[in-house]
């Protein structure tokens, strides 16, 4: 294996550079605390993969959606593997986000010259709450209608614009297809590729900053 790998990467040259990104000094001191980060993004990877592979099978259509949920838990083969994953993994993913703020928080870390790094993390949860939030209406079932309809109902609350707001996240005046397609474009490409520039903005930061030394 190491010599086939040699070969791919004779021509490939992806062994040095990785090695210089992957081997970063790091301060002493560090405990288990600091792993959240990194499993949250392990989370993430298990999302994007599970989720490219339930979008094989589903079908983001009023009439078509809560049947496909069914054909993929019990017609596909591991189909309802590939959706539990998909499902324990987004719970997991915010769970290690809630962690990993709280010890930035606790070590400080979001003091300068971090800030900005702060700032784009409380981006992250955001997009992250939004991904929760749109992918739920996906199952088409009762309860997935009604938390969505008290969810984007609550918008409605907001002084002046509440009203445009509610029918522009809806799609419609009630919850229908139309917002079933707009959720299912939201969850599959615009959150996905949001949270992917700002994860690469997180990195970029943490890469050139280092992790800050323990109080
Ligand atoms: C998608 C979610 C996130 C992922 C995958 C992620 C990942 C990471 C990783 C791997 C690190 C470096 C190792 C570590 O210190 O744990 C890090 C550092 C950091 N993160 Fe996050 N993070 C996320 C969300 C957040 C959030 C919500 C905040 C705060 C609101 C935040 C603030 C920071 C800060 C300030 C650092 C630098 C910490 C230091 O130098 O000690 N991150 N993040």
């Given at each position: ?5 040699d ?17 970063r000094?790091?301060?002493e ?14 989370f ?9 592979m ?21 017609e ?19 769970v ?10 606790v070590?400080?870390?979001y ?13 992250t ?32 609350t ?8 509610m029918?522009a996240?809806?799609?419609s ?5 139309k ?5 299912y ?18 990195f ?11 109080l």
């Amino acid at each position: 294996m190491g010599k086939l790998f040699d070969r791919f990467d004779a021509r490939f040259h992806v062994r040095r550079p990785h090695k210089r990104f992957l081997q970063r000094r790091i301060p002493e001191g560090l405990n288990y605390t600091y792993c959240f980060g990194g499993l949250a993004l392990t989370f993430f990877i298990v999302l994007a993969v599970t989720g490219l592979m339930l979008s094989v099978y589903y079908i983001p259509s009023e009439k078509e959606a809560y049947r496909s949920i069914l054909v993929i838990n019990d017609e596909i083969f591991l189909g309802w593997l590939v959706r539990s994953l998909h499902k324990w993994a987004a719970s997991f993913f915010i769970v290690m986000i809630i962690l990993h703020t709280i010890r930035v928080f606790v070590t400080r870390s979001y003091r300068p010259p971090r800030e900005l790094n702060w700032i784009v993390g409380c981006c992250t949860f955001l997009v992250a709450m939004a991904s929760a939030f749109t992918g739920y209406l996906l199952t088409w079932d009762q309860r997935a209608y009604w938390a969505t309809e008290v969810g984007t109902a609550m918008i409605q609350t907001i002084p002046l614009i509440g009203d445009h707001l509610m029918y522009a996240v809806r799609g419609s005046a009630e919850i229908s297809g139309k917002t079933l397609i707009r959720f299912y474009s939201i969850h599959v490409l615009f959150l996905p590729l949001c949270m992917g520039f700002l994860m690469w903005m997180h990195f970029h930061m943490v890469k050139r900053q280092g992790i800050a030394r323990r109080l």
